[in-house]
């Protein structure tokens, strides 16, 4: 079954990607390095079925690592079943808050639906090969932009991250609907 996944990155690094034709899972300079207080696991791509939590990430790379006005947000089309449970991200934002009363059955090995449905993020254990994916990117202006107008589009986003109620879900829409998207195929 195949399933729209985003990854959010600065401008800077989203060319770099376009440019190398593939998002690495490793040899990469990673925003959760070693050096963070809680890093990334190397060898894997970081993905979002949730359009806020993409540009939340996209922001936080282009406002706080690489100073970009632009962030870019990569819409993958890919099968779910290549896809791995995020444990970073279950560890990160959901164990650390909820322990016990977590809905996650086995804590030691989450599910990719429980990963999706409770941090709405997943992880690809291999480089993604852009030419072999349906891929498309846009590119939005980042809060680190001086230009308020032209980041508001970010700011209310990003509101709406990790919500699912029905005002969130209208955001979240209207935000894709609002996007320009360019197919990768184009790029070449």
């Known amino acids: 079954m195949k399933i729209s996944m985003y990854h959010g990155t600065s401008k800077k690094r989203g060319d770099q990607i376009?440019?190398?034709?593939?998002?690495?899972?490793?040899?990469?300079?990673?925003?959760?390095?070693?050096?963070h207080p809680l890093p990334s696991t190397d060898g894997y791509i970081y993905l979002t079925n949730d359009i806020a939590l993409a540009v939340y990430y996209a922001n936080k790379t282009s406002y706080f690592s690489d100073e970009d006005e632009q962030l870019m947000i990569f819409k993958i089309e890919m099968e779910k079943e290549s896809l791995k449970a995020d444990i970073d991200e279950i560890n990160m934002t959901h164990l650390s808050f909820w322990k016990d009363k977590s809905p996650i059955i086995d804590k030691e090995k989450p599910t990719l639906d429980e990963s999706l449905a409770i941090v709405s993020a997943a992880r690809f254990p291999n480089d993604i090969i852009l030419k072999e994916f349906d891929v498309q990117h846009m590119i939005e202006t980042s809060t680190f932009s001086r230009n308020s107008s032209a980041s508001e589009r970010v700011f209310d986003i990003l509101t709406a991250r990790n919500s699912?109620?029905?005002?969130?879900?209208?955001?979240?829409?209207?935000?894709?609907?609002?996007?320009?998207?360019?197919?990768?195929?184009?790029?070449?």
């Open 164 to 188: 699912k109620d029905e005002y969130s879900m209208k955001e979240k829409e209207a935000f894709l609907m609002g996007c320009k998207w360019e197919n990768y195929i184009d790029v070449l």
């Open 18 to 35: 376009l440019n190398d034709g593939m998002l690495k899972a490793t040899s990469i300079k990673r925003v959760y390095d070693d050096d």
